[in-house]
T-cell receptor
């Protein structure tokens, strides 16, 4: 049973565009939602994270939008650059549940010059 | 990389042999995790530790065991490696549950 569903699987955007990656979760106990960025041959790097008490969080060009009632959250990348080309993973965890993060399957993002 | 070192970085081993992967941290974080990453599956939790000698199973723990005798080291052992355990293995650390987790560079394991 996949608890975090991520879409799309792959995405191609022109430089300067705004790629949007979506995630939906099933477990209402989830209360921590991070996004990770991964380059080939490297480990995932924490990009930005949100908790359900806010609907939006911005860090630089990266924004998380969170919809608690719909059990969905998304990542937006403003003014995207070719250097943003990477695989992005959403994840979720809960304080009251098992330890560790439950990950989506990832989105391979390509920003074309 | 948040003071996390995984070793070895690459390993090729034969089916049926034991394999141990090591994760070493210099951050004194309480929590340590082992994940595996496979195409089409994202990252899946194998085992985790919440303190010295305190460990528990994750989503895909069958065929794996772990040990943590010191705060800084978390070992993952494949008692008898199988081809289905060919994967990239990542160690992660966090100071508390349900908070920021930082990943190592990974170990690429091939079982032939």
């Amino acid at each position: 049973q996949q608890q975090v569903k991520q879409s799309p699987q792959s995405l191609i955007v022109q430089k300067g565009g705004i790629p949007i990656i979506n995630c939906a979760y099933e477990n209402t106990a989830f209360d921590y939602f991070p996004w990770y960025q991964q380059f080939p041959g490297k480990g995932p790097a924490l990009l930005i994270a949100i908790r359900p008490d806010v609907s939006e969080k911005k860090e630089g060009r990266f924004t998380i939008s969170f919809n608690k009632s719909a059990k969905q959250f998304s990542l937006h990348i403003m003014d995207s650059q070719p250097g943003d080309s990477a695989t992005y993973f959403c994840a979720a965890s809960s304080r009251g549940g098992a330890d560790g993060l439950t990950f989506g399957k990832g989105t391979h993002l390509i920003i074309q010059p | 990389d948040a003071g996390i070192t995984q070793s070895p970085r690459h390993k090729v081993t034969e089916t049926g042999t034991p394999v141990t992967l090591r994760c070493h941290q210099t951050e004194n974080h309480r929590y340590m995790y082992w994940y595996r990453q496979d195409p089409g599956h994202g990252l899946r939790l194998i085992h985790y530790s919440y303190g010295v000698k305190d460990t528990d199973k994750g989503e895909v723990s069958d065929g794996y065991s772990v040990s943590r005798s010191k705060t800084e080291d978390f070992l993952l052992t494949l008692e008898s490696a199988t081809s289905s355990q060919t994967s990239v293995y990542f160690c992660a650390i966090s100071s508390d549950r349900n908070t920021e987790a930082f990943f190592g560079q990974g170990t690429r394991l091939t079982v032939v």
